[in-house]
């Protein structure tokens, strides 16, 4: 299930389930939201983005959801393996072009 | 794809001493980068940006004067931290934005400086 607390928000999975990662967003001028995630000691790398124009984006074994009248995001990974175990953040940018990240959300995976 | 290579990947320093970390884009080139710290279980802060031949821009908070940005080139920026102290220690993270400006960033594998 999902926690949250002072650290990371944590949700936990058996292999093969899906997952759902959501994001609530602050600014209703953002019309560009990317998805990273980021393994324990590297840097965040890119998952997949969706504009504004658009609510449903669909990856690789992961969908990206975007509701703007909730401003809200989630982002869906199929058949969940112990290899997406990681901490995930959504970003949003608007007119500035700086990306505004998340609070994150720690996956683990259990085999 | 876009690679951004950051270095060190760790570096240990004393207390006064200046640690200099280096972000560079190696196939493309960053009009913009962004450097962020990271502290343990908590999301990226931004720093600062810096964009290629002028000064950078700094988040609220951050001392432009213990954090010098270097962005000289199109494919290099620098982030100094000078005079380090124990509560320097962090992990730092370079990211690079080619174009068009509002596409994924390009993230380094970042640095863990730690200062005794």
């Known amino acids: 299930g999902e926690s949250v607390g002072l650290h990371l928000p944590t949700l936990s999975v058996q292999e093969g389930d899906n997952s759902i990662i959501n994001c609530a967003y602050s600014n209703s001028a953002s019309d560009y939201f990317i998805w990273y995630k980021q393994e324990s000691g590297k840097g965040p790398q890119f998952i997949i983005d969706i504009r504004s124009n658009m609510d449903k984006r669909q990856g690789q074994r992961v969908t990206v959801l975007l509701n703007k009248t909730v401003k809200h995001l989630s982002l869906q990974i199929a058949a969940t393996q112990p290899g997406d175990s990681a901490v995930y953040f959504c970003?949003?940018?608007?007119?500035?072009?700086?990306?505004?990240f998340g609070r994150g959300t720690s996956l683990i995976v259990h085999p | 794809g876009a690679v951004v290579s950051q270095h060190p990947s760790w570096v240990i320093c004393k207390s006064g001493t200046s640690v200099k970390i280096e972000c560079r884009s190696l196939d493309f080139q960053a009009t913009t980068m962004f450097w962020y710290r990271q502290f343990p279980k908590q999301s990226l802060m931004l720093m600062a940006t810096s964009n290629e031949g002028s000064k950078a821009t700094y988040e609220q908070g951050v001392e432009k004067d213990k954090f010098l940005i270097n962005h000289a080139s199109l494919t290099l920026s620098t982030l100094t931290v000078t005079s380090a102290h124990p509560e320097d220690s962090s992990f730092y993270i370079c990211?690079?934005?080619?174009?068009?400006?509002?596409?994924?960033?390009?993230f380094g594998n970042g640095t863990r400086l730690t200062v005794t």
């Open positions: 970003a949003e940018s608007g007119g500035s072009y700086i990306p505004t």
């Open positions: 990211s690079a934005s080619g174009q068009p400006r509002n596409s994924p960033l390009h």
